[in-house]
């Protein structure tokens, strides 16, 4: 669809972003084409997503500046929201979604990353969030999100000098979860996202809305969340097929459980 593509096998999805000329960068185009291709995930199919960029040099280099120089306050806070509204819809669907960062990870490719669950970078990622040697501020989630992955202190040195880091230092302050050989990361991808989709969906699902919805409230109130979510499994097809599974004579275990959602 566009610049974005979409394709799926067994459980799993892959999104790539697909305007390598432009390093991938994120215009108001790019942006309507990826809503509509996580509008048309289908949940009771897909078990985990994937979503990286085309090429090897980019995953995304950040916004299209040459969209956003004419841009008024008006515009600019309405493009804002466009870019924001789409990354929370990333954020909060119920399947986990691992971004594969092939290359350049910049301002809006950043924060897009950061909306993702779990982040793996090629050794040839590159972070930042330049915008304010552009004049501007983050503007889709990177204020936000990146305080609360790494911490405030670093995310303010990060956001205030406007410093590229490397995927070793990404790692190191933990704005990615590993790093890979550029050849490997895909496949070192799609081992995560086929080993998550093996679980019980229902369980992990209730497991990503717990721990989201857990870190916007004090404990007292995140532990009723979890206390719900916990509760939710039980009675499932699923729970009975995993504990059943648990519990069954060793000639009898299955290695893999065939969970349904359900």
Not at 104 to 109: K, R, S, T, V
Not at 137 to 147: E, Y
């Amino acid at each position: 669809m566009g610049f974005v593509n979409y394709e799926q096998e067994g459980y799993v999805g892959v999104i790539t972003i697909n305007r390598p000329k432009a390093l991938n960068a994120l215009n108001s185009e790019v942006l309507k084409d990826l809503e509509a291709v996580i509008d048309a995930v289908d949940i009771d199919t897909t078990r985990c997503l994937i979503l990286t960029g085309a090429g090897e040099k980019s995953f995304v280099a950040g916004a299209d500046i040459g969209e956003m120089s004419s841009l008024t306050k008006a515009e600019g806070e309405a493009f804002g929201k466009i870019g924001n509204d789409v990354f929370r819809k990333l954020e909060t669907l119920p399947v986990p979604v691992i971004a594969a960062i092939n290359g350049f990870a910049l301002g809006g490719g950043c924060e897009i990353a950061m909306s993702c669950d779990i982040r793996l970078a090629a050794e040839n990622a590159i972070f930042g969030q330049p915008e304010v040697g552009l004049g501007i501020t983050p503007g889709f989630g990177g204020t936000q999100r990146l305080a609360r992955i790494v911490g405030v202190g670093k995310a303010k040195e990060i956001i205030y000098t406007a410093f590229n880091i490397k995927a070793d230092e990404a790692l190191r302050i933990g704005l990615v979860n590993a790093v890979y050989p550029q050849e490997e990361l895909m496949a070192k991808a799609q081992k995560m996202a086929a080993k998550i989709a093996s679980n019980a969906p229902i369980a992990v699902r209730n497991c990503k809305k717990a721990i989201n919805d857990g870190l916007q409230v004090d404990m007292d109130a995140a532990i009723v969340i979890e206390e719900k979510l916990f509760g939710d499994c039980f009675e499932t097809e699923d729970q009975k097929a995993g504990m059943g599974n648990f519990l069954a004579p060793r000639d009898k275990k299955v290695k893999v459980v065939p969970f349904q959602n359900k």
